[in-house]
């Protein structure tokens, strides 16, 4: 089992939908908690991070934690064409390095 | 607005000769990273520098990988030789000191090797 899963998709949805991207682990150690976005052909590019349990909000985008279940969400709201990328979740504990999982491939439909 | 450097962006070799990937860290970051990222699947750390010193890399092949941060800035990474599986993107990232969360990512180089 790797230290990090995640639905590689694809997901399909229409312009304007919630979307929601979901990560769960099993190292109970991890104290934060990443959403990058890659684009086709570019480097992964930080959304968010949220420490430890909790909600964090940021425009249109929402990360939760839930450590009890080592389950990670973020959410998206009024999803746009250009939203279309992939979604990376990521963690780390302490100085280890950060552990990816394989990103979620998003497709928002105009 | 500040951004990593990489190059080349694209890279074809044939399998074993010897390929080198440049990164440009945003200045005034003292940690830079290496990562390999496999299609389809989420990068992975190669090595980790903290100013010129190797902190991290547990998870280079050091029979054939290299990497260098002389002067505590840019740094390159070598494959020598290369091998058809190293085929994949390399992307270099930096951070400032003590904020490993917050790394920001270049570009990355695709390597195919014939």
């Known amino acids: 089992q790797k230290e990090v899963e995640q639905d590689p998709g694809p997901l399909s949805v229409p312009e304007g939908a919630i979307v929601s991207l979901n990560c769960t682990y099993s190292?109970?150690?991890?104290?934060?908690f990443m959403w990058y976005r890659q684009y086709s052909r570019k480097g992964p590019e930080l959304l968010m991070y949220t420490y430890s349990s909790g909600n964090k909000e940021d425009g249109r985008f929402t990360a939760q934690v839930d450590k009890s279940s080592k389950y990670i969400s973020l959410f998206i709201r009024d999803s746009q064409p250009s939203d279309s990328a992939t979604y990376l979740c990521?963690?780390?504990?302490?100085?280890?390095?950060?552990?990816f999982g394989k990103g979620t491939r998003l497709s928002v439909i105009a | 607005e500040a951004e990593v450097a990489q190059s080349p962006r694209y890279k074809i070799t044939e399998k074993s000769q010897a390929v080198a990937f440049w990164c440009d860290p945003i200045?005034?970051?003292?940690?830079l990273y290496w990562y390999r990222q496999i299609l389809g699947q989420g990068p992975e750390l190669l090595v980790q520098f903290q100013d010129e010193s190797v902190v991290d890399d547990s998870q280079l092949p050091k029979d054939r990988f290299s990497a260098e941060r002389l002067k505590g800035v840019d740094s390159t990474l070598k494959i020598q030789p290369a091998e058809l599986g190293d085929s994949a993107m390399y992307l270099c990232a930096s951070s400032l000191s003590g904020g490993p969360y917050e790394q920001y990512f270049g570009p990355g180089t695709r390597l195919t090797v014939t």
């Open positions: 990521a963690m780390i504990s302490g100085n280890t390095p950060l552990v």
């Open positions: 200045s005034g970051h003292a940690t």
């Open positions: 190292n109970s150690a991890f104290q934060y």
